[in-house]
């Protein structure tokens, strides 16, 4: 059974940092997608950032320059470091495995309970 723990969320400031957490159990495909998903208020879910083992990461345009995906995979972990948050950066963010790195949200199977970064100005 694949389970993915997060960490790391919480309130802060706008300029502040967090950092996110997520370590995967059960999982066994290799090389693997994965990464964070967020979703506000009444708006869709986006992917913020992912990565595929090895590869260069994808950051979605607003986090750019911003965020800072890593990983390490002898312990299936993704991290995201989360600097200079702005006020549109409050979302639940959900942790994601996958085979591949979907570009629908639908096609992945096992994810986080999420966890939640609210930034106020």
């Known amino acids: 059974q694949v389970q993915l723990a997060e960490s790391g969320g919480g309130s802060v400031q706008a300029g502040g940092s967090l950092r996110l957490t997520c370590v995967a159990s059960?999982?066994?495909?290799?090389?693997?997608?994965m990464g964070w998903f967020r979703q506000a208020p009444e708006k869709v879910r986006e992917w913020a950032a992912r990565?595929?083992?090895?590869?260069?990461?994808y950051y979605d345009p607003s986090v750019k320059g911003r965020f800072v995906i890593s990983e390490e995979n002898d312990k299936n972990t993704v991290y995201l470091q989360m600097n200079s948050l702005k006020p549109e950066d409050t979302a639940m963010y959900y942790c994601?495995?996958?085979?591949?790195?979907?570009?629908?949200?639908?096609?992945?199977?096992?994810w986080g309970q999420g966890t939640q970064v609210t930034v106020s100005s």
């Open positions: 990565i595929f083992t090895g590869n260069t990461p």
């Open positions: 059960g999982y066994t495909d290799s090389p693997y997608c």
């Open positions: 994601v495995i996958g085979k591949y790195c979907y570009s629908s949200s639908d096609m992945f199977t096992h």
